[in-house]
């Protein structure tokens, strides 16, 4: 995986992330005290998991000859009492019988990105200079 890194945008809250030839912007939204010019951390914590669920579906259709036409995942994340709460929801397209959308549906939750973010996460910082 390439190294995500960030540093500071234009405006009060802009980040410059890059990801190794990539490059791409995180803000806070105006109300929030940004200038709403890129995703939210947490919108990329959302995106990230609704990307990767995505992926996987494709991936075991595919692998399966299941005729997926399109995963849209939609995810929406609140915070309450120290609690983020993620709630996806999945549309599955395509000519499916009830038994592979409650096949793909259980697939869902092997994403890489639903482990980390339901199993145990530990963060290590170090200061560099």
């Given at each position: 995986m390439?190294k995500?890194?960030?540093?500071?945008?234009?405006?009060?809250?802009q980040?410059?992330?890059?990801?190794?030839?990539?490059?791409?912007?995180?803000?806070?939204?105006?109300?929030?005290?940004?200038?709403?010019?890129?995703?939210?951390?947490?919108?990329?914590?959302?995106?990230?998991?609704?990307?990767?669920?995505?992926?996987?579906?494709?991936?075991?259709?595919?692998?399966?000859?299941?005729?997926?036409e399109?995963?849209?995942?939609?995810?929406?994340?609140?915070?309450?009492?120290?609690?983020?709460?993620?709630?996806?929801?999945?549309?599955?397209?395509?000519?499916l019988?009830?038994?592979?959308?409650?096949?793909?549906?259980?697939?869902?939750?092997?994403?890489p990105?639903?482990?980390?973010?339901?199993?145990?996460?530990?963060?290590?910082t170090?200061?560099?200079?």
């Open positions: 390439r995500v890194v960030s540093q500071f945008g234009q405006g009060p809250l980040q410059k992330l890059t990801a190794g030839d990539l490059h791409f912007l995180a803000d806070a939204e105006i109300s929030k005290g940004g200038s709403g010019t890129g995703p939210s951390p947490h919108e990329y914590l959302g995106a990230a998991l609704a990307a990767c669920t995505s992926m996987t579906l494709k991936m075991y259709a595919e692998r399966k000859e299941i005729k997926l399109n995963a849209i995942v939609t995810v929406d994340i609140e915070r309450a009492d120290d609690i983020e709460t993620f709630s996806r929801e999945i549309e599955l397209q395509g000519n019988s009830v038994e592979e959308k409650d096949r793909l549906l259980e697939i869902a939750g092997k994403c990105i639903h482990k980390a973010l339901a199993g145990q996460i530990q963060i290590k170090q200061l560099v200079n």
